[in-house]
């Protein structure tokens, strides 16, 4: 699975659109992005996730560049239940015996302000 | 609420303890898994189950035994912990081994 890459922290003001970018420049052509985000104390929560096309779902809008080396995931109006750590996957879909892990890497750490 | 529940939420034992965690998922899915989480660390897969058969041991130690009955539960048999092993412990499930997985809230486990 390639390796990604994403901003330690970052800060958003409530009601705003919240953007959380994700380099993956080593993902190959079979590979998904993947975001899960996981509030304090929780599991991890399923987001989104696409290959090549933009996306969006009742929770976030997924936006990946043409060269597919980057995206950036929006969270339109954020909220303050919206801070947490937010993880940017690269994941290949291949039916074979085993699974295909989910490699979770350090994240961002979203905090939504008042 | 994502469907898959775990119990004891929080558990503290002794290095010479037994003890177990148990996973249930409502959503139908066929595969489950466990992952352990340590304080500043990535999430590490520790297992994986499809149809209840293991198909993943990502080098645990046998300290750790996964148990998986049917489709919708499984557990993680604990015995002779070492301290190190404190985390919380995650379950997940997915519809397959493909499908993105639904996470339980996590047992927080202290061992003394």
């Known amino acids: 699975d390639a390796k990604t890459t994403q901003p330690p922290s970052m800060d958003c003001a409530e009601g705003r659109a919240a953007n959380l970018p994700c380099n993956h420049s080593?993902?190959?052509?079979?590979?998904?992005v993947y975001w899960y985000r996981q509030i304090h104390s929780q599991g991890p929560q399923y987001i989104i996730h696409?290959?090549?096309n933009n996306e969006t779902n009742e929770m976030a809008s997924l936006i990946i560049t043409e060269d597919r080396k980057s995206s950036t995931l929006i969270l339109p109006h954020a909220t303050l239940r919206d801070t947490a750590v937010y993880y940017c996957?690269?994941?290949?879909?291949?039916?074979?015996?085993?699974?295909?892990?989910?490699?979770f890497g350090q994240g961002t750490r979203l905090t939504i302000n008042p | 609420e994502t469907g898959v529940t775990q119990t004891p939420r929080h558990l503290v034992m002794g290095m010479t303890n037994k003890k177990s965690l148990k996973c249930e998922q409502h959503?139908?899915?066929?595969?489950m898994y466990w992952y352990k989480q340590s304080a500043k660390k990535p999430l590490e897969l520790m297992f994986v189950?499809?149809?209840?058969?293991?198909?993943e041991n990502n080098s645990v130690p046998s300290r750790f035994s996964p148990e998986c009955p049917n489709s919708s539960h499984l557990f993680l048999h604990l015995h002779t912990l070492q301290p190190e092993d404190s985390a919380l412990y995650l379950c997940?499930?997915?519809?397959?081994?493909?499908?993105?997985?639904?996470f339980g809230p996590g047992t927080r486990l202290t061992v003394t």
């Open positions: 189950y499809s149809l209840e058969e293991r198909v």
């Open positions: 080593t993902i190959s052509g079979n590979e998904y």
């Open positions: 959503l139908g899915h066929n595969a």
């Open positions: 997940a499930s997915s519809q397959d081994l493909e499908g993105e997985q639904y």
């Open positions: 996957i690269a994941r290949r879909l291949v039916s074979i015996q085993g699974a295909q892990k989910l490699v």
């Open positions: 696409g290959l090549k």
